[in-house]
């Protein structure tokens, strides 16, 4: 990774600043205060974003700005790669906005989280350092500030093995040691609830043989109930075989006597029905001698037809009369019509069409036709009523005489109804005398078939009471194997329940065999894992932190050797990672050295730190870029000169160091100025 340029905006003492970053050595210069370390902030923002604790959002916006932005541009195996990210004030606090990153000019916007992610892929850092605060790949790789290895040296030697395992990334068998002792306790709690589920694994097994005697004991019982039941049922079948017989045989018993009521109810009608035919034939006897008596001298005569012939004759003189009396209407009509005809002729002297005059020759023609009309209408007048009289002379008399059949006509029809009435008494009286003679047949058969079936009932009286102890024998049998049955049934439904009995426990004992089998791989797990597995992992840790001592200890001499020409100086490092400090042959405290020397413990601490880390993690793409923040913090003037040495055996392709030391500018390839004026920083 190589730094190209950063571009601040609103951040810290920047409003809008570009800085440019070439290759090899950089220094950034400037007073105490001017804002350099504002931009290693800025980088580790770009990369990592804000974290709450290290790396605040409040601590890098601009006082009073609304918003504020840093986009940083480095090179990764040649590719470019731009990221920008953003800050936003909002009511009560300062958020990271949604940013960009640009790879090799293809665009990609992202939440803070995503970009990390990316970020981190780029950098070659492991993934699981997305959901950690603390960026300590980088912090004791490229930038530590200025305090910051200083603070680890003073630490508790836990936290600061910790710190180291995790930058070492061997923290891993930390973690796997913690959740081995976990997963051994998770073991322990699963062995004793195994252990307390199979505390009855015995008792189970006893259960079950005592079920299995149950089920031998039921088994000799239904055998020994069988042959008994098999017999009874024998019995009981045959019994029911020769009832049925016998119900057959009651069946015709019953058909026969009811045969025989029907015959007994059908000859008590036959008898009641030859008494009533008797009764009645005296009846129409008596009726029949009363209506001859009454016919005596009388016979049918049919008055219809001639009242017919005179109704139509009737019909034909009333015609007459219509037609001689429309002939006297239609005459006298004339004979009116000629007299005013004449009239009105008399008292004209002129026509009142024409306005002629009318001459009196014409009104004589006129008054001749007109007489003759009523000459001619009075004879015809005459002749009509003399018709008219003759016809209702004879129509009176057709009249009369119809009055006269008709009385005889109601005479006629009264002895008819009766001569019919004595026809009907008669046949119906012929009709009763043959219905006795078959009633009297019918009842005579009748007699003879209740002789027959009460002959067939009397040899047949037996078979109700044996039919009836029959009965009572095979419902008794038919009771003892109902007993018998149940017995059975009651004896199959008990080992029904104790064999599904077996089968529950078996059921039991077969999952507790199962918790067995997984009790004994359970405890064998965990006796691995306490025994073997854990010390195992301490055995991988202690070797791996043994060669990672070994280099960094090397390491951290040579760079103190380097930092500090004094022979009677000496450090090294215990297997706790703690420097030990050898004064004139004598151990003393790290408290005890001046300022410059505990700067040059740190420094050392700090550059043996990176180059263990680089070598460690393979794929890491910041091994190129190294930042040194105040490195020489209370350096003598001699002291500083060392620097030169420090920044050619790192031999790293880009090198930015922050200092106010002046003398520095020499050693470096490019300086950088940086001032402050009314609390703006900028780059001069």
Not at 143 to 154: A, C, D, H, S, V
Not at 212 to 235: R, T
Not at 294 to 309: A, N, P, R
Not at 372 to 397: G, P, R
Request: aromatic share 6%.
């Amino acid at each position: 990774m190589i730094i190209k340029s950063l571009k601040l905006e609103n951040i810290r003492s920047y409003t809008n600043q570009t800085i440019e970053f070439p290759d090899g050595s950089t220094l950034l210069a400037g007073d105490i205060g001017a804002g350099k370390s504002s931009i290693l902030l800025s980088i580790e923002f770009a990369l990592f974003g804000v974290s709450r604790k290290h790396l605040s959002a409040g601590s890098l916006l601009r006082h009073g700005k609304t918003q504020g932005s840093v986009e940083l541009t480095f090179h990764i195996d040649d590719k470019e790669i731009i990221i920008k990210r953003n800050l936003k004030r909002g009511k009560d606090d300062i958020k990271q906005e949604a940013g960009y990153i640009i790879v090799d000019g293809l665009k990609k916007e992202g939440t803070h989280v995503e970009l990390k992610s990316d970020v981190l892929e780029l950098l070659g850092y492991p993934s699981d350092l997305l959901t950690k605060s603390k960026d300590l790949i980088y912090r004791y790789t490229v930038y530590t500030p200025q305090e910051e290895m200083k603070q680890i040296l003073y630490e508790d030697k836990d936290l600061r093995l910790d710190t180291l395992r995790k930058v070492f990334n061997i923290d891993k068998y930390k973690r796997i040691r913690e959740n081995s002792q976990i997963l051994s306790k998770d073991l322990r709690v699963k062995i004793i609830n195994s252990e307390g589920r199979l505390a009855d694994f015995d008792e189970k097994k006893n259960q079950r043989l005592q079920r299995e005697e149950e089920i031998k004991q039921i088994e000799i019982k239904i055998k020994e109930l069988a042959p008994k039941l098999g017999e009874i049922q024998i019995k009981v079948k045959d019994r029911k075989l020769l009832l049925l017989a016998r119900e057959k045989e009651i069946e015709e018993f019953k058909r026969l006597k009811n045969e025989f009521d029907v015959l007994e109810m059908d000859l008590k009608n036959k008898v009641e029905q030859k008494a009533r035919d008797k009764q009645n034939i005296e009846r129409l006897n008596l009726e029949i001698e009363t209506l001859k008596k009454e016919l005596v001298g009388k016979q049918e005569f049919d008055f219809l037809t001639k009242i017919k012939h005179n109704n139509d004759e009737l019909n034909s003189y009333e015609n007459k009369l219509k037609d001689f009396s429309k002939k006297r209407y239609e005459a006298e009509s004339i004979k009116k019509h000629s007299a005013e005809i004449k009239n009105k002729i008399s008292k004209i002297d002129k026509c009142p069409t024409c306005e002629q005059e009318v001459k009196h020759e014409h009104k004589s023609f006129i008054d001749r036709r007109e007489e003759d009309k009523i000459a001619k209408a009075d004879i015809e007048i005459n002749q009509s009523k003399e018709n008219e009289l003759l016809i209702n002379k004879k129509i009176k008399e057709i009249k009369d005489e119809l009055e006269i059949l008709r009385k005889k006509q109601q005479e006629s029809s009264v002895f008819k109804i009766k001569f019919s009435n004595l026809k009907e008494k008669e046949h119906l009286k012929q009709k009763l005398v043959v219905e006795q003679d078959t009633i009297k047949l019918n009842i005579g058969k009748i007699n003879l078939k209740k002789v027959e079936i009460t002959k067939k009932l009397s040899q047949m009286e037996s078979i109700v009471e044996d039919y009836k102890k029959l009965k009572k024998d095979t419902d008794l049998i038919t009771q003892e194997e109902r007993k018998l049955a149940i017995a059975k049934a009651e004896l199959d439904r008990e080992k029904q329940t104790v064999a599904k009995m077996i089968e529950f426990i078996t059921k039991e004992i077969e999952q507790k065999e199962k918790i067995k089998q997984e009790l004994k791989k359970t405890k064998n797990l965990k006796e691995w894992i306490d025994k073997l597995f854990i010390n195992l992992m301490v055995t991988i840790e202690k070797h791996v932190m043994l060669q990672i001592y070994h280099e960094f200890n090397e390491l951290f001499e040579r760079w103190f050797d380097i930092l500090i020409e004094d022979e009677n100086l000496n450090v090294r490092l215990n297997d706790e990672f703690t420097p030990l400090i050898e004064q004139n042959g004598y151990e003393t405290m790290l408290e005890n050295l001046s300022g410059g020397e505990k700067t040059a413990v740190a420094l050392a601490y700090r550059l043996a730190l990176n180059q263990v880390i680089n070598n460690i993690i393979a794929k890491m793409k910041t091994k190129d870029l190294i930042i040194l923040d105040e490195p020489t913090d209370g350096f003598s003037t001699d002291q500083l000169d060392k620097i030169r040495d420090v920044i050619e055996q790192l031999a790293i392709k880009q090198i930015i160091i922050v200092s106010h030391e002046n003398k520095i500018e020499s050693f470096v390839d490019n300086v950088v100025r940086i001032v402050k004026n009314e609390h703006v920083s900028c780059v001069v």
